[in-house]
Nanobody, 124 residues
Framework: QLQLVESGGGLVQPGGSLRLSCAAS??????IGWFRQAPGKDREGVSC????????TYADSVKGRFAISRDNAKNTVYLQMNSLKPEDTGVYYC???????????????????WGQGTQVTVSS
């Protein structure tokens, strides 16, 4: 069973930055995605990166502000979040998939392994 552990969440002022990390216990995944859930809202996909190719996908709401990257030697994926807004507040989860093809990489059903989540709060 692949295990994922997120870290790096916290409280930040609007306009600030945070970097989240997702450490996987093994390397047998095709891609890792980041999702978030705001209070009272459904969980939504934020970004995804394929392990081998490094190809990335972003939700429109974070394009130009967030950057996903990977360190395959450490089985770790990072989410650099800049120009944070109050609406970015929520619990951020990383998830892994072993599937190698999808029309939409930011849907929950594609992912079989999930981390426990890390809280991100953007507030002044």
């Amino acid at each position: 069973q692949l295990q994922l552990v997120e870290s790096g969440g916290g409280l930040v002022q609007p306009g600030g930055s945070l970097r989240l990390s997702c450490a996987a216990s093994r390397s047998n995944y095709y891609a890792i995605g980041w999702f978030r859930q705001a209070p009272g809202k459904d969980r939504e996909g934020v970004s995804c990166i394929r392990r081998a190719s490094g190809i990335t996908t972003y939700a429109d709401s974070v394009k130009g502000r967030f950057a996903i990257s990977r360190d395959n030697a450490k089985n770790t994926v990072y989410l650099q979040m800049n120009s944070l807004k109050p609406e970015d507040t929520g619990v951020y989860y990383c998830a892994a998939t072993i599937l190698s093809s999808s029309r939409n990489w930011l849907i929950e059903g594609l992912y079989s392994s999930w981390g426990q989540g890390t809280q991100v709060t953007v507030s002044s």
